[in-house]
């Protein structure tokens, strides 16, 4: 039978676009099982000896029980989604983090949270804004996925809708740290002397690909010291913060907001992969040289479809870890010149 050209191209396209969809699922079909997450607890001035060693245990601490909460979830065969929502939910309950219990104070004295997360199986994403109320942003985030036919819900109505979806809800002075609240003292004071963008940003994240070839991320923060005028930064934007597409990549940000917004950041580390054909550790330094030229700072963590963890950053430290069916030990690090756990 003769083809027509058309229908050769036709079929070639569903032959390599098939190829490409199914290339998880066939890893899972292949009896490999395997998983993988990273996590990221904010990037900044993290200079050897500025920590003391108590807090340098405490954060590597935290870090270890987020892996340890999405960890558990991969290896049961869950999804990468419940992962970085469970590995997020830790790092916002932890005071040392800016997320949740912990989060940065506005120049008013309010905590205003904001967090997304993506599903790379569906390309369906839920993200919040500015709210004040909820005691586990990530978790409204996902509620503004799965229960709300939108992506982005910000301020009183997010924390309405937080209250209609029965998420627990926390009093202002749940957010409250007293190291945070000094950090505002300190920047009413002079809003150049705290130029350690760790203090001013900071951000919690996760990356997953679960046993069924699926990706995820996660990303939550208190936004920046002394935010002011409803200032949104990166993480609960799409694209910019927070990113995950099937077969290619999941990937969290943290620093300046601003700059990974301009950059589209999270994405363009999944476009780099997919377009340039470039690593996961290539695109991750890409992206972030492309931030760094425009005068950004901050870092990221990303995922690839083989699961596959890259850190990318232009501070000199980022909270990180990972964790994997391949190394199912937490491994974590915080200096730039630390070797990144793989
Ligand atoms: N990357 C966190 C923020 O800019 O709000």
């Known amino acids: 039978m003769m083809m027509t050209l058309p229908t050769l191209l036709r079929l070639t396209c569903l032959a390599l676009c098939g190829l490409a969809v199914s290339t998880p699922t066939l890893a899972a079909a292949a009896g490999e099982a395997k998983w993988s997450l990273a996590v990221h607890g904010g990037a900044g001035v993290l200079e050897r000896g500025e920590l003391t060693p108590e807090k340098d ?98 301020r009183e109505g997010a924390d309405q809708f937080s209250k209609e979806m029965g998420l627990e809800q926390a009093p202002p002075g749940y957010f409250y740290t007293e190291e945070r609240w000094k950090q505002l003292l300190a920047w009413r004071k002079d ?90 550790q290539q695109a991750a330094d890409g992206t972030m040289a492309a931030i760094t030229k425009i005068g950004g700072d901050g870092g990221l963590i990303a995922i690839d479809g083989e699961g596959r963890a890259a850190f990318g950053m232009n501070d000199l430290g980022m909270y990180r870890g990972a964790i994997s069916s391949s190394a199912p030990t937490p491994r974590t690090a915080i200096y730039a010149d630390e070797p990144s756990p793989r």
């Open 57 to 154: 245990k405490a954060f590597r601490a935290g870090l270890d029980a987020a892996l340890d909460a999405g960890a558990r979830i991969l290896k049961a065969g869950g999804s990468s989604l419940d992962a970085v929502e469970a590995a997020v939910r830790v790092l916002e309950d932890n005071p040392l983090f800016n997320a949740g219990k912990g989060a940065v104070f506005t120049a008013e004295g309010r905590n205003e949270l904001d967090a997304a997360i993506m599903d790379g199986a569906t390309l369906k994403a839920g993200a919040v804004a500015g709210v004040t109320r909820t005691r586990n942003p990530i978790s409204l985030a996902r509620a503004v996925m799965e229960k709300s036919p939108h992506v982005l819900l910000a």
């Open 191 to 280: 809003h150049h002397a705290m130029l350690d963008p760790t203090h001013l940003f900071g951000t919690v994240g996760a990356v997953a690909l679960d046993q069924k070839g699926h990706v995820a991320a996660a990303t939550s923060t208190g936004g920046m010291t002394g935010k002011r005028w409803a200032r949104i930064g990166d993480s609960p934007i799409i694209g910019a913060g927070t990113y995950a597409r099937d077969g290619v990549c999941a990937v969290s940000a943290t620093g300046s907001g601003e700059y990974f917004i301009r950059e589209s950041a999270a994405r363009q580390v999944c476009d780099r992969l997919a377009w340039k054909g470039e690593t996961v």
